[in-house]
């Protein structure tokens, strides 16, 4: 079945370590997408890519690091410099960002970090 | 920049009832799209509708409707004869055509819970 995996859907974390948030994506998605989400919050952007190779950042970027390496897959790791990284992260991808399009984004199931 | 408000942090309907959750947005760009997307306590992001700002009717996905008033600026979304699996969080997002690199802008999301 086509869809977007993240993994591990739990992780928990000491303070002061570095963790990378798997995203895998099989529906040919040019672009993708790291979102967090707090409690009574809506979705805030992180960081996007458009294509391989690229990314850029969203509104919440610092202490976040991505990579692009290969079309289906967008790795994000939260760095010791995140100052409150406990959060619930979702992934996901959709079709090019052209004009017009009615390209709505599919999710992943999430990963919930906890910094204990 | 775009911005999308939800007035409402929480909603109650009984059961076969309809309801109305309602969005607002703001945009310079008179190219966009709008898009509602369903949040279970499982937590993954469901595509529930989509509506474009040059659609001339208003979007329907079975029990699903969009009321769509351009110059008021809100897009609200109608859930006809609701259902106890209708109880989740709801978020209104959107993305706006000619801003070069888009991306979906959400808002802060309404709890709905259905009863019996």
């Known amino acids: ?116 | 920049a775009q911005k999308i408000t939800q007035t409402q942090p929480g909603m109650f309907v009984q059961e076969k009832e309809a309801v109305t959750l309602d969005c607002t947005y703001d945009t310079s760009d008179p190219s966009y799209g709008l898009f509602w997307y369903k949040q279970p306590s499982s937590g993954e992001m469901i595509f529930l509708i989509y509506q474009g700002s040059y659609d001339q009717q208003n979007a329907t996905e079975g029990r699903y409707s969009l009321n769509f008033q351009k110059a008021r600026k809100s897009a609200n979304l109608v859930i006809s004869a609701s259902q106890l699996g209708d109880s989740a969080m709801y978020f209104c997002a959107m993305r706006a055509f000619n801003s070069g690199y888009s991306t979906l802008t959400f808002g802060k999301g309404t709890m709905l819970l259905v009863s019996p």
């Open chain 1, 1 to 116: 079945d086509g869809g977007i995996t993240q993994s591990p859907k739990y992780l928990f974390r000491k303070e002061g370590q570095n963790v990378t948030l798997s995203c895998e994506q099989n529906l040919n998605h040019d672009a993708m997408y790291w979102y967090r989400q707090d409690p009574g919050q809506g979705l805030r952007l992180i960081y996007y890519s458009q294509i391989v190779n690229d990314f850029q950042k969203g509104d919440i970027a610092e202490g976040y690091s991505v990579s692009r390496e290969k079309k289906e897959s967008f790795p994000l790791t939260v760095t010791s410099a995140q100052k409150n990284p406990t959060a619930f992260y979702l992934c996901a991808s959709s079709l090019g960002l052209s004009r017009g399009q009615n390209t709505e984004a599919f999710f992943g199931q999430g990963t919930r970090l906890t910094v204990v």
